[in-house]
């Protein structure tokens, strides 16, 4: 049995509360541990399948999907075939507070294939892999814009 921990997450910026990556995840790869945190994490499917486990509920997710982690749920990914990639986007608790979202409270859909939502995640692709003249400014707004479309 696996153990779940608490992620902490440090922003470098504290002017920019997002952290962004892209992920590998290969079939032989140590297992992706079961973790929680405040935050809001989001996943978008780029490359292979993903199955990911949620508060114990597990779905698949394909290219082109997101994937959501509710604040404070316990989580995990890992790839169904021999590996996955995904765009990682975990978005402070405390940014969203501040606007008024309160993503603490609500329950978000752990797969989501919404032309909208895949559109505004691509655009904070975009923005993150150009980097040009505020750009996490954009960034910002356009993570706004992706949690109250999937409110």
Known sequence: MLLSTYETHVHPDPNFPIIFHLDTCKHKSPLFIPHWHESLE?????????????????RSAKPGEVVIFSSNCIH????????????????????CDSFGVPI?????AQVVDDSRIRSCYQAIVQEMEEQGPYYK????ALSLQLVIGCC
């Open 42 to 58: 989001l996943l978008y499917v780029v490359k292979g399948e993903c199955q990911t486990s949620s508060n114990g509920a597990i």
């Open 76 to 95: 995990a990914a890992r790839p169904v075939g021999e590996k996955s990639s995904y765009y990682c986007l975990i978005i402070d608790k405390n940014f």
């Open 104 to 108: 603490g409270e609500k329950q978000f």
């Open 137 to 140: 400014e954009e960034v910002k």
